[in-house]
């Protein structure tokens, strides 16, 4: 089995606090930690009242603090919301902090709506549909953990943590091929797009100082539970949110009680079974057949697994048992 990883979107449930969330989530790192796993991201996201990692660098250092051996890093750092050397700076501190165990996952979209996107940029709406600027950003932070750039970035310079393009179409695929980096997919968000952005990552990959041959991820859904009811019954809550969100309705993780009352239309259940489709939901066996037929399927190199529940409790020992039935590793080719 290939090394699996964890990538936390710091879920918030109904009825609880963003407090509540980082609390479990400092738990999850800990016991993730503990049982292997090879990495631990946290994603970028802003004002969605369901999630509470809309500051990576600070959850990073945070996390790294409360573990000892697993990679911390971000999934991702959205860079066109940051100015390069803000995020050299960071990253080279958290890197001189915990040395050999930082990850700096880029990508490019906002993770956010476009007024918020704006008001982090310091732009106007209409500004955002100036040409992208994203190779030129990316080309710039490297330069100031290569110490070449023309502002000497403190500490960044001599402290890069560990690069790595993110995407969910073709077009970081790309560009982390022609620059020899490790690309990591957003299976759980665009599973359509999958198959062909790997293929144009392998395509149009070169080798560079970081890098000799590709190296893929992917991150999943999973829900594994004792039963493959009650792992169908953890994964509901997640995709009633993510229901409200594509209907312009952005909430917390709804609970059970929620879940029972909502109005089940054939639209929504259409809705919930296409989306869960492209997810990995049962008891440990079920799972286990689930992740090696979509590390088969598509050849990747590392694994990471998202998952939100409504209790924070059942999040870990779906991370348990998960750990359990596939065995997890602590090093990986592209550390």
Not at 125 to 138: V, W
Not at 177 to 201: C, D, E, I, K
Not at 237 to 264: I, K, S, T, Y
Not at 289 to 310: I, K, N, Y
Request: net charge negative.
């Amino acid at each position: 089995m290939v090394p699996l990883s964890v990538l936390d979107l710091v879920p918030v449930a109904e009825g609880s606090s963003a407090s509540d969330a980082l609390a479990h989530s400092t738990r999850l790192v800990k016991r993730a930690d503990e049982l292997g796993f090879t990495r631990y991201w946290v994603a970028e996201h802003h004002a969605m009242p369901g999630i509470a990692s809309s500051s990576p660098p600070v959850l990073i250092a945070h996390l790294a603090g409360a573990s000892e051996r697993i990679r911390v890093g971000s999934g991702g750092v959205m860079l066109p919301n940051h100015r390069p050397l803000v995020v050299a700076e960071q990253f080279g501190t958290l890197e001189a902090l915990h040395p050999d165990r930082i990850d700096l996952g880029i990508g490019r979209a906002p993770g956010t709506d476009p007024r918020t996107a704006a008001a982090l940029r310091g732009i106007s709406a209409a500004q955002l549909h100036a040409p992208d600027d994203f190779p030129d950003q990316l080309v710039e932070l490297a330069s100031y953990f290569r110490g070449d750039a023309d502002v000497l970035a403190v500490p960044a310079a001599g402290n890069a943590p560990s690069l790595w393009l993110l995407g969910s179409s073709d077009y970081s695929a790309k560009v982390a091929g022609m620059l020899g980096l490790p690309f990591a997919f957003a299976h759980h968000f665009s599973s359509r797009n999958t198959l062909p952005a790997l293929q144009v990552y392998r395509d149009r990959f070169r080798p560079s100082a970081t890098l000799a041959e590709p190296y893929s991820m992917l991150a999943a859904s999973v829900f594994c539970a004792d039963t493959d009811d009650a792992a169908r019954e953890l994964a509901l809550p997640a995709a009633l949110q993510f229901l409200h969100l594509r209907l312009g309705n952005p909430r917390p993780l709804p609970g059970p009680a929620e879940v029972a009352a909502f109005e089940w239309t054939d639209q929504a259940r259409a809705f919930v079974a296409e989306r869960q489709a492209d997810q990995i939901i049962g008891a440990p066996d079920t799972v286990r057949a689930g992740v090696e037929d979509l590390v088969a399927r598509t050849g990747v190199d590392e694994l990471m697994v998202t998952t939100s529940t409504f209790r924070g409790e059942d999040r870990l020992r779906s991370f348990e048992l998960l750990a359990g039935v596939l065995g997890t590793a602590s090093s990986t080719a592209a550390a």
